[in-house]
């Protein structure tokens, strides 16, 4: 197996016909959970479009509270507070509501306010209401906007035209290697580092720009660590390409961002709006922790490497579902 930049997604399906069949077949609910599984799809729809409306409007008439002043004060800041309110402001049929999921970073204390006359909330009732609520929309819209930045960055095609972004390349290798020269730009030394090739400019087809901003923050933030990730990578029986492997990473923190995976963590650890320097710091986390999960694996050899990073993968989505997540770096930046 040949791991590459512009190909850091999982292993490929088969396209043969008889693997697709399977593969359907395999993919089918037992004959015995269908009837189980339509009746929950038909639940879903009749709470969501029916019984929600009537249930929040007989809470209300008995607290005297909206569903998003209970929110507010029922859960303490972070993730279950503000994926609860996300969730009431998606759900709602009320259009001030669900445009507040879309409002600019400078209107959002003008959207609160017009949450509160829609929901006919008092200040002077629930003080803490509009504070709290505010810290919600920071984060929603936040995520969205870091959302389209890092969209931005992976779209950026990485150029040897560019004297930043060769400026960029050449300090990743001063980073990793201090003690070496690098003979030339287009050299097999690369390979040291893990690239494929003389040229590293063709590993970066996949993630654009983002994946060499992410191994060079790791590598400036945390260089101790990003050294002593390569040096696993370089051992004769566990290792691996650093450089390919940490764009794959790359592709693992950007798929689980544009999915909303990351959402709770973000809610957790930023009490505002979450931006590029926190997602470095998530890809931190990710290409630290992989490198710690290779080692402790102990796989046979790089050929299987699809299917650890697939369990790895695994292990981060369900950490990512617990309410209190957060994947942060148990390390001193340095």
């Not at 507010?72 to 509501?97: D, I």
Request: aromatic share 12%; glycine share 6%.
């Amino acid at each position: 197996m040949v791991l590459c930049g512009h190909c850091v997604s999982s292993e490929p399906e088969r396209i043969g016909t008889g693997a697709v069949v399977k593969r359907d077949v395999a993919n089918l609910p037992p004959r015995g959970n269908f009837k189980v599984e339509m009746f929950g799809h038909i639940w879903q729809y009749v709470y969501t479009f029916y019984l929600r409306f009537w249930l929040k409007w007989l809470i209300r008439q008995a607290t005297g509270t909206c569903e998003l002043q209970r929110i507010c004060s029922g859960y303490k800041a972070g993730a279950l507070r503000t994926t609860k309110a996300e969730y009431s402001l998606q759900s709602s049929k009320n259009k001030v509501l669900r445009g507040a999921l879309e409002a600019s970073k400078t209107n959002l204390e003008q959207c609160v306010d017009h949450i509160m006359k829609e929901k006919n909330v008092k200040p002077q009732k629930d003080p803490l209401f509009k504070g709290n609520m505010h810290i919600c929309l920071l984060q929603i819209t936040g995520y969205s906007s870091l959302y389209v930045s890092v969209e931005d960055l992976r779209k950026e095609p990485f150029s040897s035209e560019n004297p930043e972004h060769e400026a960029m390349l050449l300090k990743l290798w001063d980073l990793l290697m201090p003690s070496v020269k690098l003979e030339s730009r287009v050299t097999k030394q690369w390979g040291d580092i893990g690239f494929q090739g003389d040229d590293p400019k063709t590993d970066f087809r996949g993630m654009g720009l983002l994946g060499l901003i992410n191994l060079v923050f790791f590598s400036e933030n945390y260089t101790k660590e990003a050294r002593q990730a390569l040096s696993h990578a370089n051992h004769p029986k566990l290792g691996y390409s650093y450089a390919i492997v940490g764009i794959n990473l790359t592709e693992m923190a950007y798929s689980l961002l544009k999915s909303g995976a990351l959402k709770p963590h973000f809610y957790n650890t930023v009490q505002g709006p979450p931006e590029l320097t926190h997602f470095h710091q998530l890809y931190c986390y990710l290409a630290y922790e992989f490198d710690k999960f290779w080692v402790a694996e102990e796989p046979e050899s790089i050929m299987h490497f699809n299917q650890y990073r697939e369990k790895f993968h695994d292990s981060v989505k369900a950490h990512l579902q617990e309410p209190d997540a957060r994947l942060t770096l148990a390390v001193t930046s340095h």
